[in-house]
T-cell receptor, first 113, second 112 residues
Framework: GAGVSQSPSNKVTEKGKDVELRCDPI?????LYWYRQSLGQGLEFLIY????????KSGLPSDRFSAERTGGSVSTLTIQRTQQEDSAVYLC???????????FGDGTRLSIL | QKEVEQNSGPLSVPEGAIASLNCTYS??????FFWYRQYSGKSPELIMS????GDKEDGRFTAQLNKASQYVSLLIRDSQPSDSATYLC????????????FGRGTSLIVHP
């Protein structure tokens, strides 16, 4: 079966532009997570969805970051007015309800010029 | 603040040896523990989980958990060059949390 799919795989944009990153989780997975990983760093938690609701968005670094999930499936992470410090790999993961094992997508490498 | 600590390495072992990767955590009530492998430039992939004290074996991998001492280990037997990667420890806190705290990972190099 298909794994977690993220698009685009790479995104280069100018400082100040808005970007949208997409995650399509494994079919049937109700939990969805967004993480950020900067070069040589660990995983930074951003937001967690259970179905369409986000019980924990404590990791979003600023109000420029937002995320939504529709239909209990696809999620979009939006970064407004991008800054150079937003450059990182953005990873999405999903899991079955009640199962804490996470399955990661290949990530989106975001570069802000 | 819940912390998960891993030695960043690199840990270098010869091919065929046992690699031992360690992780300590601060939340004494933590319940669930996972190990992920991340190849350079790739995303993390799940290796195994452990929930109870003791050892859990899966092929060449053995996870060891000691809740009293607040550490979890991953042993890789008969290490292969293809095992060279960064190994991430993920810990779920007490209280039924669904948000893991990841360690920063240990880099493992298996040399022929």
């Amino acid at each position: 079966g298909a794994g977690v799919s993220q698009s685009p795989s790479n995104k280069v944009t100018e400082k100040g532009k808005d970007v949208e990153l997409r995650c399509d989780p494994i079919s049937g997975h109700t939990a969805l997570y967004w993480y950020r990983q900067s070069l040589g760093q660990g995983l930074e938690f951003l937001i967690y969805f259970q179905g369409n609701s986000a019980p924990d968005k404590s990791g979003l670094p600023s109000d420029r970051f937002s995320a939504e999930r529709t239909g209990g499936s696809v999620s979009t992470l939006t970064i407004q007015r991008t800054q150079q410090e937003d450059s990182a790999v953005y990873l999405c993961a999903s899991s079955f309800q009640g199962d804490r094992a996470q399955h990661f997508g290949d990530g989106t490498r975001l570069s802000i010029l | 603040q819940k912390e998960v600590e891993q030695n960043s390495g690199p840990l270098s072992v010869p091919e065929g040896a046992i690699a031992s990767l360690n992780c300590t955590y601060s939340d004494r009530g933590s319940q669930s523990f996972f190990w992920y492998r991340q190849y350079s430039g790739k995303s993390p992939e799940l290796i195994m989980s452990i929930y109870s004290n003791g050892d859990k074996e899966d092929g060449r991998f053995t996870a060891q958990l000691n809740k009293a001492s607040q550490y979890v280990s991953l042993l890789i037997r008969d290490s292969q060059p293809s095992d060279s990667a960064t190994y991430l420890c993920a810990v779920y806190a007490s209280g039924g949390s669904y948000i893991p705290t990841f360690g920063r990972g240990t880099s493992l190099i298996v040399h022929p």
